[in-house]
């Protein structure tokens, strides 16, 4: 099946500092992917949809400014949280669209866990 | 505004007996459902999906059921199996976004006693 992979699993890192994410689709294309972040024991929220060659189209009350999204390869999407907070500390995962099939087809990384200290 | 709903935060099962998880939604503009399996520090897998034009989909184990008017959908998992033991969520999409967007439920975490 298709696979996504996501790197770091697991990052920590201090508070003011910028940590990136990176999401590859490993034998698929991708022209969108999506980043999502998981508090505990609540719901995936979508953050941004990432497109390929164009700017990232982000949800209603993120900040775009805080979480870069660079899209540069139809198989490869970065997130980077800059200035990070405490607050940032999360589950970030990624799913990728399959460019061959369904709009609804995604594949979604492991995930990565930050903690921001 | 949480619109997909999964009421239930966990449910207890006894292997080989059915599970079934449910999911209400809000927005009448979805019309795709999925179903995905979450481990711990894991990414969700897909499971299973139907499309409003379907009241029935059924994959091995796996069977979703649609009700449009009560906007409710459900999956059942029969025989249960240990292996199930899993956070499960429900998604739906809306053509309005090319259906690509999906919004996702809270989750119900699903215990599978041997």
């Known amino acids: 099946g298709a696979v996504v992979s996501q790197h770091p699993s697991w990052v920590i890192c201090k508070s003011g500092t910028s940590v990136k994410i990176e999401c590859r689709s490993l034998?698929?294309?991708?022209?969108?992917m999506f980043w999502y972040r998981q508090f505990p024991k609540q719901s995936l929220m979508l953050m941004a949809t990432s497109n390929e060659g164009s700017k990232a189209t982000y949800e209603q009350g993120v900040e775009k400014d805080k979480f870069l999204i660079n899209h540069a390869s139809l198989t490869l999407s970065t997130l980077t949280v800059t200035s990070a907070h405490p607050e940032d500390s999360s589950f970030y995962i990624c799913?990728?669209?399959?460019?061959?099939?369904?709009?609804?087809?995604?594949?979604f990384g492991p995930g990565t866990r930050l903690t921001v200290t | 505004d949480q619109q997909v709903k999964q009421n239930s935060p966990s449910l207890s099962v006894q292997e080989g007996r059915i599970s079934i998880l449910n999911c209400d939604y809000t927005?009448?503009?979805?019309?795709?459902f999925l179903w995905y399996k979450k481990y711990p520090a894991e990414g969700p897998t897909f499971l299973i999906s139907i499309s409003s034009i379907k009241d029935k989909n059924e994959d091995g184990r796996f069977t979703v059921f649609l009700n449009k008017s009560a906007k409710h959908l459900s999956l059942h998992i029969v025989p249960s199996q240990p292996g199930d033991s899993a956070v499960y969520f429900c998604a739906a999409s809306a053509p309005n976004f090319g259906n690509e967007k999906l919004t996702f439920g809270t989750g119900t975490r699903l215990t599978i006693i041997p």
């Open positions: 927005n009448s503009m979805f019309d795709y």
């Open positions: 034998d698929f294309q991708a022209t969108t």
């Open positions: 799913s990728a669209r399959d460019d061959s099939g369904g709009p609804s087809e995604q594949y």
